[in-house]
């Protein structure tokens, strides 16, 4: 089993930052592929970024493509998205999801076994 917590959510203007964090823990957290996904009132969740398990690839959804930046560090257990240049388009509730079923399914949010609470990203006008 494994947990995941999310923080660093909250309200920025736009053009502004934030950092998300994602914290793992009850397996090895190095050994899983991590997303991060968000979902908007009223829309269906979407893929943002995503993590291999060594880190060394990593994907971006083309709507956060050079403003956004997924990250690990496995000695932490923490995965993190850095996001700026942010958007009101941006506004959404932001998931962290772990452990991949299938090599496939990087952007597939079916794909992945364990998902966070969510944290709340407001971008004001």
């Known amino acids: 089993q494994v947990q995941l917590v999310e923080s660093g959510g909250g309200t920025v203007q736009a053009g502004g930052s934030l950092r998300l964090s994602c914290q793992a823990s009850?397996?090895?957290?190095?050994?899983?592929?991590m997303g991060w996904f968000r979902q908007a009132p009223g829309k269906e969740r979407e893929f943002v970024a995503a993590?291999?398990?060594?880190?060394?690839?990593?994907y971006h959804a083309d709507s956060v493509k050079g403003r956004f930046t997924i990250s690990r560090d496995n000695a932490r257990n923490t995965v993190y998205l850095q996001m700026n240049s942010l958007k009101p388009e941006d506004t959404a509730v932001y998931y962290c999801?772990?452990?991949?079923?299938?090599?496939?399914?990087?952007?597939?949010?079916?794909?992945?076994?364990?998902w966070g609470q969510g944290a709340q990203v407001t971008v004001s006008s």
């Open positions: 993590s291999r398990w060594s880190g060394g690839s990593t």
């Open positions: 999801a772990a452990d991949l079923r299938y090599y496939s399914g990087i952007s597939t949010s079916t794909a992945y076994t364990y």
């Open positions: 009850g397996r090895i957290f190095s050994n899983y592929a």
